[in-house]
């Protein structure tokens, strides 16, 4: 079984529409992120969680939320989806005590917004 | 701030080619630097990495050298295979906060 699985694989909605995209990790790192990766502009990072009680903005946060449920589940909301959210999504994980700066990813929600 | 440039891709090779995919960087202090692979349909994943300057990551024939002079880390592979298409990506680690900072990708084509 995959250490990080994300739901749904694929989704297509409409503009307005508020949606969630989950992640959830076997691995016991407390570090979880979210990317969204777009042709030529590679990943860019949405919102970082280092702890349960810690959640933090990244370089694109706009028009996203992020819950961080417990440690294993880490989730991304669109309030009212836009056709420029339509992207690639990809959650991922880390443990600076275990494995430094390294990151685990998941296998990525592909969102298409009508 | 921190940032990452690497070529533009595609890159297209024949089997058994020698690869070379160059990946500079910005960054103030001395990040450790990664090469992450993702392979069609799939997440990224650790190809390699180098900690500090001088250092040689190496992994499952591809290999970079951290050269601080230079701020470079260059992806290279004396022959490539049809398996190694994919898209390729440089990254920094943010040492101060712990986040990775990727470049654009590089998608690469090896035909038979």
């Known amino acids: 079984d995959a250490d990080v699985t994300q739901t749904p694989r694929n989704r297509i909605t409409k503009t307005g529409k508020r949606i969630m995209l989950e992640c959830s990790q076997t691995k016991g790192h407390d570090r979880m992120y979210w990317y969204r990766q777009d042709p030529g502009l590679g990943l860019r990072l949405i919102y970082y969680s280092f702890d349960v009680k810690d959640i933090n903005k990244g370089e694109i946060s706009d028009g996203y939320s992020v819950s961080r449920q417990a440690q294993a589940k880490f989730s991304l909301s669109l309030e009212s989806a836009i056709p420029n959210q339509t992207a690639l999504y990809f959650c991922?994980?880390?443990?600076?005590?275990?494995?430094?700066?390294?990151?685990?990813f998941g296998p990525g929600t592909r969102l298409l917004v009508l | 701030g921190n940032s990452v440039t690497q070529m533009e891709g595609p890159v297209t090779l024949s089997e058994e080619a020698f690869l070379t995919i160059n990946c500079t960087y910005t960054a103030t202090g001395y990040p450790s630097l990664f090469w992450y692979v993702q392979y069609p349909g799939e997440g990224l994943q650790l190809l390699l990495k180098?900690?500090?300057?001088?250092d040689k990551g190496s992994n499952k024939g591809f290999e970079a050298t951290y050269r601080k002079e230079t701020t470079s880390f260059h992806l290279e592979k004396g022959s490539v295979q049809v398996s190694d298409s994919a898209v390729y990506f440089c990254?920094?680690?943010?040492?101060?906060?712990?986040?990775?900072?990727f470049g654009t990708g590089t998608r690469l084509l090896v035909s038979p």
């Open positions: 990254a920094l680690s943010d040492l101060s906060f712990q986040k990775l900072v």
């Open positions: 991922a994980t880390s443990d600076p005590g275990t494995t430094q700066e390294t990151q685990y």
């Open positions: 180098a900690t500090k300057a001088d």
